[in-house]
């Protein structure tokens, strides 16, 4: 099957615009989860989505929005873009069904953002 | 909530063994390897549940001490394939995984 697909591969914004990334999840997974990932700080983690809902949320600015669709497709905007937000944006779909996450997480390629 | 893994960096020779630890502050649920590749995306590895065996996979394996909330990946001979940065997620009850900042190995002939 599908992995998980993330779009566009590469951006590169200036500060103060905002971006907009995508993520579709492996079919049947109803959980995404969103990560930053930087040099020396690895995985951070933003959000997660489950059936539309955000679940859960990282220590990150309200900058840093997101959405899940019906189909189970996610997207992540970033507004007002700082030169620090520049980083590989992963997202990682799993089957969730309970109140753990006792399954693996699917990664995606990634976005990677860059901001001057 | 972010896990602590150490060391944060380590050389190996060819079929020499080595450990990557992960702890936390907080109890945990299950605990999540992962290997990163330069310019890949992370690749499970296993998870460990709470309550759960250790976990062997080949000659990668893995333990999970609950009452620490500390977790160990056991390299053993390793390969060239073996290099790459280790992750290790931590999962507290919330469905949500926080990542160490990883291990980088790097498995030289």
């Known amino acids: 099957k599908a992995g998980v697909t993330q779009t566009p591969r590469y951006l590169i914004k200036t500060r103060g615009q905002q971006v907009t990334l995508s993520c579709s999840p492996i079919s049947g997974h109803r959980s995404v989860s969103w990560y930053q990932q930087t040099p020396g700080q690895g995985l951070q983690f933003l959000f997660e989505?489950?059936?539309?809902?955000?679940?859960n949320k990282g220590n990150f600015p309200g900058r840093f929005s997101g959405r899940q669709f019906s189909n189970s497709r996610s997207e992540m905007n970033v507004s007002t873009l700082e030169l620090g937000d520049s980083a590989l944006y992963l997202c990682?779909?799993?089957?969730?069904?309970?109140?753990?996450?006792?399954?693996?997480?699917?990664f995606g390629q990634g976005t990677r953002l860059t901001v001057v | 909530q972010q896990p602590v893994q150490s060391p944060q960096a380590v050389i190996l020779r060819e079929g020499e063994d080595a450990v990557i630890n992960c702890s936390s502050s907080k109890a945990l649920y299950s605990v999540h390897w992962y290997r990163q590749k330069h310019g890949e995306a992370p690749v499970f590895l296993m998870i460990?549940?709470?309550?759960?065996e250790q976990k062997g996979h080949e000659k990668i394996s893995a333990s999970f001490n609950e009452k620490k909330q500390q977790s160990s990946l056991y390299l053993t001979a390793s390969q060239l394939s073996y290099s790459g940065t280790y992750f290790c997620g931590t999962e507290a009850g919330a469905n949500n995984l926080f990542f160490g900042t990883g291990t980088r190995l790097t498995v030289i002939p």
């Open positions: 989505y489950f059936s539309e809902t955000q679940r």
């Open positions: 990682a779909s799993s089957f969730t069904p309970g109140q753990v996450t006792n399954t693996e997480a699917f």
């Open positions: 460990l549940l709470k309550g759960g």
